[in-house]
């Protein structure tokens, strides 16, 4: 079995910045490319970062220059670090991934309970 756990949510103000931490548990052997959702009340969930198993990172444009994705493979986790956080930013955040490896099995499209973000003006 495996699960994705997101921590570091909160509230914090306009301007200043967050970090989010996601972690895959379970005896993981590998895990492909992760994801940072997010969607705010009313609105449908959209995708906000990615990265590939080789690193490789892609935004959205309304973060872009504001959030940055890492990701650590030896403790399988990934960080969301958010910067200049504004008001629209406010949502709860899940991370994903389409595929993890649990020894010589493979879980599909595995989603994160989510972690709330609240941004005061």
């Known amino acids: 079995q495996v699960q994705l756990v997101e921590s570091g949510g909160g509230l914090v103000q306009a301007g200043r910045s967050l970090r989010l931490s996601c972690e895959a548990s379970?005896?993981?052997?590998?895990?492909?490319?992760m994801d940072w959702y997010r969607q705010a009340p009313g609105k449908q969930r959209e995708l906000v970062a990615v990265?590939?198993?080789?690193?490789?990172?892609n935004y959205a444009d309304s973060v872009k220059g504001r959030f940055t994705i890492s990701r650590d493979n030896a403790k399988n986790t990934v960080v969301l670090q958010m910067g200049s956080l504004k008001s629209e930013d406010a949502a709860v955040y899940y991370c994903?991934?389409?595929?993890?490896?649990?020894?010589?099995?493979?879980?599909?499209?595995?989603w994160g309970q989510g972690t709330q973000v609240t941004v005061s003006s």
């Open positions: 990265i590939t198993s080789d690193g490789t990172a």
């Open positions: 994903q991934s389409n595929k993890i490896g649990v020894g010589s099995r493979w879980y599909y499209n595995i």
């Open positions: 379970g005896s993981i052997s590998n895990f492909d490319a």
